[in-house]
């Protein structure tokens, strides 16, 4: 089975400044890598994601993610972070192949942007 | 953009009672998940649903539980009796399908459900 962890329960941080937000897992099998937000009071929404190639991904609002194998980690950064990306961001594991189709989350890390 | 839709936004409901949950999924999309997050904790799958059947199920989705596909837009979640521990958002998403590479799920805003 696989787990993912992210470590950091809160992360507070001043308006631009850079941000990561910590993400690891573990599995025996290929996974395929997801960061979700989830804003006050809202759903889930897909943030990135890592299937293959490019092992760096980026998202439309400047987020980007670097997947690394031989550190099963995905952690999620931001050069500059502004108010409106205070949320709870949520790390995800699909296990790839086909077979088990269930995301597996982490715990979420709450980002606090102070102005 | 299609979204994934819920209803009711919020479920008060007394202990033992049956719920009903229910989502419209994307329509182009072939396959259908629910997952609950209890206050607090981490968002926690229950099933997956794909061809009218449950493709995958948890250990969380026991016989209390069961998913509908009752016409070509609604997919729903019934909790038959229900306990205090089912309080949690429940959120439904779906996925267009593997072809293509397409593995991204979509999430629905979620449903409250509070067992009183």
């Known amino acids: 089975a696989q787990s993912v962890t992210q470590l950091d329960s809160q992360v507070p941080v001043f308006e631009e400044a850079p941000v990561e937000l910590r993400c690891n897992y573990s599995?025996?099998?290929?996974?395929?890598l997801f960061w979700y937000v989830q804003y006050p009071n809202q759903g889930l929404q897909l943030l990135l994601k890592?299937?293959?190639?490019?092992?760096l991904v980026e998202s439309i609002n400047g987020f980007e993610a670097e997947f690394n194998k031989s550190q099963t980690s995905f952690h999620l950064r931001k050069p500059s972070v502004h108010i409106s990306d205070t949320a709870e961001y949520f790390c995800?594991?699909?296990?790839?192949?086909?077979?088990?189709?269930?995301?597996?989350f982490g715990k979420g890390t709450h980002l606090i942007i102070q102005p | 953009e299609p979204e994934v839709t819920q209803t009711p936004s919020h479920q008060v409901t007394q202990m033992g009672q049956e719920v009903i949950l229910r989502c419209v999924p994307i329509?182009?999309?072939?396959?259908f998940y629910w997952y609950r997050q209890i206050l607090g904790q981490k968002v926690e799958f229950l099933v997956s649903f794909y061809n009218n059947e449950i493709s995958e199920k948890s250990e969380i989705f026991d016989d209390q539980f069961s998913v509908e596909r009752p016409d070509g837009s609604n997919f729903t979640l019934k909790i038959r009796s229900t306990k205090l521990e089912d309080s949690a958002m429940y959120f439904c998403?779906?996925?267009?399908?593997?072809?293509?590479?397409?593995?991204?799920?979509?999430f629905g805003p979620g449903t409250r459900l509070t067992v009183t």
């Open positions: 599995s025996s099998v290929s996974v395929y």
């Open positions: 329509s182009n999309h072939l396959y």
């Open positions: 998403a779906s996925r267009k399908g593997r072809s293509g590479g397409s593995y991204e799920q979509y």
């Open positions: 890592y299937l293959s190639g490019s092992t």
């Open positions: 995800a594991v699909l296990v790839s192949g086909g077979g088990a189709d269930g995301l597996t």
